[in-house]
């Protein structure tokens, strides 16, 4: 188990209060540009099986069951921050549940905003945790990622109370974070993909845990 120094007394907060946390620096750039590497190779090297996808969405570059794609992998589910934030938010005992790339091509990757583990709405701890690595540089223009700070508080469900999930929810920000970054959030934060404007591939990693 992390160590219970790897996260700092704001960094707790911020999984309390808000929902997610960003972890700055836990890979380097040439960490990061080894992983986009080997997902590339993965993605053009693997038939695509869409009956494992949750939501089937061609336009993305999708790779699974990563904890099998290399040792560089390795560290998506070893990270001792990583592994502290995912376990304040889970409230202690975890395991891992999966690895995977979702990756945004040029016009493509929004979603409606949603929940990943909608069980035990209004509980302290959800019933799961994902961690978002960012490959690359994320900004509003790559479509970085739609997080409502403190929707974990709610108990709800933003499919059931937006009247619309895709538009933009009031007091909803866009992930700005740099290449090597990791964001952690509880599976009862509302959160969703956005419109990758660049002409570049936005590239992740995700873990989750339960």
Same mark, same amino acid.
């Given at each position: 188990?992390? @160590? ?28 990061? +540009? ?45 990270? @001792? ?19 995977? +790339? ?21 509980? =302290?701890? =959800? ?11 994320? +900004? ?8 409502? @700070? ?19 929810? =009031? ?40």
């Amino acid at each position: 188990m992390p @160590p219970d120094n790897a996260l700092t007394d704001a960094e707790r907060r911020s999984l309390d209060d808000q929902g997610f946390v960003i972890l700055h620096d836990v890979l380097t750039r040439e960490q990061a +540009s080894a992983i986009v590497d080997r997902l590339s190779q993965l993605a053009e090297s693997t038939e695509r099986d869409y009956s494992r996808e949750a939501v089937v969405e061609p336009e993305m570059i999708k790779v699974v069951d990563l904890i099998n794609g290399g040792e560089g992998f390795d560290i998506g589910y070893t990270h @001792p921050r990583v592994l502290a934030a995912v376990k304040h938010v889970l409230g202690g005992d975890m395991k891992f549940h999966s690895m995977g +790339s979702r990756s945004a091509t040029p016009g493509h990757g929004h979603q409606a905003l949603h929940l990943d583990f909608g069980r035990d709405l209004g509980q =302290p701890h =959800p019933a799961g945790c994902n961690a978002l690595w960012t490959l690359v540089d994320f +900004s509003r223009h790559n479509g970085g990622t739609r997080l409502v @700070p403190g929707s974990h508080k709610t108990g709800q469900n933003p499919r059931k109370v937006l009247d619309d999930p895709t538009a933009d929810a =009031p007091g909803e920000i866009r992930l700005e974070a740099a290449a090597g970054s990791v964001v952690v959030f509880g599976g009862h934060t509302w959160h969703g993909g956005a419109q990758n404007l660049s002409d570049d591939v936005r590239w992740s990693l995700l873990t989750a845990f339960c």
